[in-house]
């Protein structure tokens, strides 16, 4: 189910849905919505522990247990570094994310960030496409990201060991670390209770 559907300021809540960092948003005519990035705004701790950014919208709910997030997301590409992707969170600290980003190679692509105090990041495959499914799943302390160009093909990014509580937020982030500011589109959000069988390939 798309849980962005018939979205309006007056369902959120009831929803379980909550903002933050937001500068603006509207309903898009065929389904989703479209978020309005502030500049210089970003999820990072720099691992040489030289800068932090924890500012970008971010529209979030919770989720107990084991789960499977995916987003369909239409970055504005204005600068480097502008994306749109999924982010788990725990709190500032320990959190990770998947992104469709315009990269400092002069491409985009699906890339991934898994912080714990400081952040580690790493560029996926390259891709020429307009928009693109991302899909995070959990199982315990174990989670898997993955792509597809469609939302059923889907493609390893990365998997990993991130220990957090039972509950934590799961949601939809919009980044443009530049001066430029951006939008993104996000046109599917769902998040299912369910387990995997294998977090690898998601499925």
């Not at 789960?67 to 709190?91: C, E, M, N, S, W």
């Not at 692509?109 to 400081?118: D, Y």
């Not at 959990?138 to 390893?156: C, E, I, P, S, T």
Request: some cysteine; glycine content about 12%.
């Amino acid at each position: 189910m798309n849980l962005l559907d018939g979205l309006t300021p007056e369902t959120l809540a009831a929803r379980g849905f909550a903002w933050e960092h937001l500068q603006g948003w509207t309903p898009l005519p065929g389904g989703g919505i479209r978020v309005a990035v502030p500049p210089l705004t970003d999820y990072f701790r720099d691992p040489a522990g030289e800068k932090v950014k924890d500012n970008g919208p971010y529209l979030w709910r919770e989720v107990t247990g084991d789960f499977v997030a995916r987003a369909h997301v239409r970055p504005t590409f204005a600068g480097r570094y502008d994306a749109g992707g999924i982010l788990v969170r725990q709190d500032g600290e320990r959190w990770a994310k998947l992104c469709y980003e315009s990269t400092n190679f002069g491409t985009t692509a699906a890339i991934s960030v898994v912080t714990r105090g400081l952040s580690d990041d790493a560029n996926g495959v390259d891709l020429t496409v307009p928009d693109l499914w991302l899909q995070v799943c959990r199982v315990g302390d174990a989670f898997g990201m993955q792509y597809a160009l469609d939302g059923k093909g889907w493609r390893k990014v990365r998997r990993f060991h991130l220990p957090l509580p039972g509950t934590l937020r799961i949601g939809l982030l919009a980044q443009s670390p530049g001066d430029a500011g951006t939008s993104v589109d996000f046109l599917w959000f769902s998040v299912e209770s369910r387990t995997v069988a294998d977090t690898r390939t998601g499925v």
